[in-house]
């Protein structure tokens, strides 16, 4: 095997990598990808807005008032394949307490992130499912 073959989870976080750079919020963009039981790519997705939203001008200039109508990669990754259909996702920014509650509905048993989020209560709400949480960097 070639030695600079890319782990499944590295894959999977250059994807979410790649998704990242499609995300319009200035502050922080997160994008994933969720590979399937065979280990194929089945969706990509990054933060953002609803599609469609043309947001007013001065939008983007007030992190704390925006937060609130941004949706998640990991939400928008979710609403591109039905509940039981991935294995695994890979996110650059470990899930918030709420986005890893929705994985962990959606069935998914391997979740990968790159950067920590401290806020999150993503350790516990992994260990309590029995879903795989690490960091890759």
Known sequence: ???????IPEYAMALADVASLRSEDPFRRVGAAALDWDNRVIATAYNGLAPGFDPPRGFWDDRDGRQKYMLHAEVNLCSLFKRGEA?????????CTACMQTLCAYG???????????????????????????QVK
């Open 87 to 95: 294995k695994l996702i890979a996110a650059t920014t470990m899930p």
């Open 108 to 134: 998914i048993k391997e979740i990968y992130y790159r950067d920590v989020y401290h806020e999150s209560d993503a350790p516990e709400i992994a260990k309590l499912y029995g879903v795989h949480l690490e």
């Open 1 to 7: 095997m070639c030695e600079t073959r890319l782990s």
